[in-house]
């Protein structure tokens, strides 16, 4: 019997059936009313459910766009712009910034860590910066940024469109556009809001509108906020085609978060994450992220000693389970697993359980049982 593959990378993240509906319905013209009244809910419900008083985007392809959609409608060549990188996907900034002609400034952190607040706006006070740009959850560490406290600081410099890359953390962390003083926020639909990849949403703050105006004609063309507005005002226009099912698809996840409750999706987050980890960590791995400032959509596990990365990772393929091997310094050294999204209790015990597996069969002296115990006993409290 062929192994049902369950996929816990850091995004994509499992496609819960009533999703896959959605995208499997018959396409129809993306000027038909039926679409066009579900596109104007959707963008209706993202702005109120990330209490955003400016606008949302959502736009075919993936999170890198949003961060190029980002830079593109804010800055302009020359422009200071400060860089905070918690990891590889932070430092996408920089090289996206250097080709658009603009000044960067890096402050980066060790992998695991963070960059302590009071750096950050000791930095702010050096020179005007148009926009400074953090990730909420970087993948490549699994550190989550205190962006709410970043946006209290952000605060004292009115000038500086604050952006933050939201594309593993948006849906399971909290984000709120207006109340964190967020100017820009973006993410995909591939991670906690457990759709296929293929939308980018953007949230825009009227101040980061208001910028957009400033800077006048854009290079940039498919990305322009100014292009995209009149749909986003009014789906029955047209500028480029819209994914029709792909916006179905997102629409449902959106009914299954409003059912679930946004606040009780992160509290699920939290307890899920807090049992994985305290699981991971009694079979032996290290977690990455220091404890302070851990994500609640991934866990990045450095091996004990003597674990074969390549070997350990096919083990857990074999048996369905899917995880990412680690990046840059950490490459054969450590694995990521995703634990966000529409995943149940199910998913997590056979998670844990296949990886116990997984390190009786590379050699490793462990009692079984022991992490899915650990697990069990933490997500019934």
């Given at each position: 019997?062929?192994?049902?593959?369950?996929?816990?990378?850091?995004?994509?993240?499992?496609?819960?059936?009533s999703?896959?509906?959605?995208?499997?319905?018959?396409?129809?013209?993306?000027g038909?009313?039926?679409?066009?009244?579900?596109?104007?809910?959707?963008?209706?419900?993202?702005?109120?459910?990330?209490?955003?008083?400016?606008?949302?985007?959502?736009?075919?392809?993936?999170?890198?766009?949003?961060?190029?959609?980002?830079?593109?409608?804010?800055?302009?060549?020359?422009d200071?712009?400060?860089?905070?990188?918690?990891?590889?996907?932070?430092?996408?900034?920089?090289?996206?910034?250097k080709?658009?002609?603009?000044?960067?400034?890096?402050l980066?952190?060790e992998?695991?860590?963070?960059?302590?607040?009071?750096?950050i706006?000791?930095?702010?006070?050096?020179?005007?910066?148009?926009?400074?740009?953090?990730?909420?959850?970087?993948?490549?560490?699994?550190?989550?940024?205190?962006?709410?406290?970043?946006?209290?600081?952000?605060?004292?410099?009115?000038?500086?469109?604050?952006?933050?890359?939201?594309?593993?953390?948006?849906?399971?962390?909290?984000?709120?556009?207006?109340?964190?003083?967020?100017?820009?926020?973006?993410?995909g639909?591939?991670?906690?809001?457990?759709?296929?990849?293929?939308?980018?949403?953007?949230?825009?703050?009227q101040?980061?509108?208001?910028r957009?105006?400033?800077?006048?004609?854009?290079?940039?063309?498919?990305?322009?906020?100014?292009?995209?507005?009149?749909?986003?005002?009014?789906p029955?226009?047209y500028?480029?085609?819209?994914?029709?099912?792909?916006?179905?698809?997102?629409?449902?996840?959106?009914?299954?978060?409003?059912?679930?409750?946004?606040?009780?999706?992160?509290?699920?987050?939290?307890?899920?994450?807090?049992?994985m980890?305290?699981?991971?960590?009694?079979?032996?791995?290290?977690?990455?992220?220091?404890?302070?400032?851990?994500?609640?959509?991934?866990?990045?596990?450095?091996?004990?000693?003597?674990?074969d990365?390549a070997?350990?990772?096919?083990?857990?393929?074999?048996?369905?389970?899917?995880?990412?091997?680690?990046?840059?310094?950490?490459?054969?050294?450590?694995?990521?697993?995703?634990?966000?999204?529409n995943?149940?209790?199910?998913?997590?015990?056979?998670?844990?359980?296949?990886?116990?597996?997984?390190?009786?069969?590379?050699?490793?002296?462990?009692?079984?049982?022991?992490?899915?115990?650990?697990?069990?006993?933490?997500?019934?409290?």
């Amino acid at each position: 019997m062929k192994t049902r593959k369950l996929v816990m990378i850091p995004g994509p993240t499992p496609v819960v059936r009533s999703i896959q509906d959605q995208m499997g319905r018959e396409t129809v013209a993306f000027g038909d009313p039926e679409f066009v009244k579900d596109f104007k809910e959707l963008l209706e419900d993202l702005k109120d459910l990330f209490r955003c008083s400016g606008e949302v985007f959502v736009v075919a392809g993936s999170g890198t766009m949003g961060m190029e959609m980002a830079i593109a409608n804010t800055t302009k060549k020359g422009d200071n712009v400060l860089v905070v990188s918690h990891g590889f996907f932070g430092d996408r900034f920089i090289e996206l910034g250097k080709r658009k002609g603009l000044n960067v400034d890096i402050l980066a952190s060790e992998w695991g860590e963070i960059i302590p607040v009071e750096k950050i706006k000791e930095k702010l006070g050096e020179k005007k910066y148009a926009a400074m740009t953090v990730t909420h959850v970087d993948t490549s560490t699994g550190v989550c940024a205190p962006v709410a406290e970043i946006g209290r600081v952000m605060r004292d410099f009115p000038d500086t469109i604050y952006i933050v890359d939201g594309v593993c953390a948006t849906a399971a962390e909290p984000e709120y556009v207006d109340d964190m003083g967020i100017d820009i926020l973006f993410t995909g639909t591939q991670k906690a809001f457990g759709v296929a990849p293929g939308l980018t949403m953007l949230w825009a703050s009227q101040r980061a509108m208001e910028r957009r105006k400033e800077l006048g004609a854009i290079a940039e063309y498919f990305i322009d906020f100014e292009k995209w507005l009149p749909i986003m005002k009014d789906p029955s226009k047209y500028y480029a085609t819209p994914a029709v099912n792909m916006v179905w698809a997102l629409k449902e996840s959106i009914r299954i978060i409003k059912e679930e409750g946004l606040e009780d999706r992160y509290q699920r987050h939290r307890k899920d994450a807090a049992a994985m980890q305290a699981a991971l960590e009694t079979l032996g791995f290290k977690i990455l992220a220091n404890e302070s400032y851990r994500a609640v959509t991934l866990s990045n596990l450095v091996y004990p000693e003597g674990i074969d990365d390549a070997k350990f990772r096919a083990l857990l393929a074999e048996e369905g389970i899917m995880v990412a091997g680690g990046l840059g310094a950490y490459a054969g050294r450590m694995f990521r697993l995703g634990h966000m999204g529409n995943i149940d209790k199910h998913d997590l015990v056979s998670v844990i359980a296949t990886i116990e597996r997984a390190l009786y069969r590379v050699g490793m002296p462990l009692e079984l049982g022991k992490g899915v115990g650990v697990l069990q006993e933490m997500l019934l409290k």
